[in-house]
Nanobody, 120 residues
Framework: QVQLVESGGGLVQPGGSLRLSCAAS????????MGWYRQAPGKQRELVAS???????NYADSVKGRFTISRDNAKNTVYLQMNSLKPEDTAVYYC??????????????WGQGTQVTVSS
């Protein structure tokens, strides 16, 4: 079982920055693709950014050029650097770890979420 613990959320003014961290309880080096999702009140959870074990990244159009996902495999930690934050970025942010088996079955693990609020 993989445990994920997020940190770094909080209240920030529009235009500000935050860095989220997600620490995994297992080695994420080879077997896991990592991602950040978010869910705003009344909306579905959506993918914000993802990074494969080979460090290929993918971003939602709404955050391209403002957010950067990275991973430190030695620390089993994934980061989300969020710059130029907007009120519409307000949501609970969830860390995800995905392992794909040799039979192509996907196993998803989730953190408990961290609140990000962008407001003046």
């Amino acid at each position: 079982q993989v445990q994920l613990v997020e940190s770094g959320g909080g209240l920030v003014q529009p235009g500000g920055s935050l860095r989220l961290s997600c620490a995994a309880s297992v080695s994420i080096h080879i077997r896991y693709a990592m991602g950040w999702y978010r869910q705003a009140p009344g909306k579905q959870r959506e993918l914000v950014a993802s990074i494969t074990s080979g460090e290929t990244t993918n971003y939602a159009d709404s955050v391209k050029g403002r957010f950067t996902i990275s991973r430190d495999n030695a620390k089993n930690t994934v980061y989300l650097q969020m710059n130029s934050l907007k009120p519409e970025d307000t949501a609970v942010y969830y860390c995800n770890a995905r392992r794909t088996s040799v039979t192509m079955r996907e196993y998803d693990y989730w953190g408990q979420g961290t609140q990000v609020t962008v407001s003046s």
